[in-house]
Nanobody
Framework: QVQLVESGGGLVQAGGSLRLSCAAS????????MGWFRQAPGKEREFVAA????????YYADSVKGRFTISRDNAENAVKLQMNSLKPEDTADYYC?????????WGQGTQVTVSS
């Protein structure tokens, strides 16, 4: 089992940057594919970015391509999401996700607010 704790959210002006972190505890972190999802008020949770267990492949939602970068450090059991050129529409609760072998784990979320 994996426990996930996000941090790094906050309030930022449009055009600014934030870096989200996800600290994972538990065994076999390096086996998990990791990702970030977000949920804006009144909307469904949506995919943002993902990275494979080795870090060799990354995936991004079209809405964040070129602005967000996902990375992982298996030695430190951590996943990061660097968010640049933030827009008001990026405002949401951001959730870290771990997936492996049909199991899914979620963090509690961290709030990101982008003011115009």
């Amino acid at each position: 089992q994996v426990q996930l704790v996000e941090s790094g959210g906050g309030l930022v002006q449009a055009g600014g940057s934030l870096r989200l972190s996800c600290a994972a505890s538990g065994r076999m972190f390096s086996s998990y594919n990791m990702g970030w999802f977000r949920q804006a008020p009144g909307k469904e949770r949506e995919f943002v970015a993902a990275i494979t267990w080795s870090g060799g492949t990354t995936y991004y939602a079209d809405s964040v391509k070129g602005r967000f970068t996902i990375s992982r450090d298996n030695a430190e059991n951590a996943v990061k999401l660097q968010m640049n050129s933030l827009k008001p529409e990026d405002t949401a609760d951001y959730y870290c996700h771990a997936g492996y072998g049909g199991y899914d784990y979620w963090g509690q979320g961290t709030q990101v607010t982008v003011s115009s």
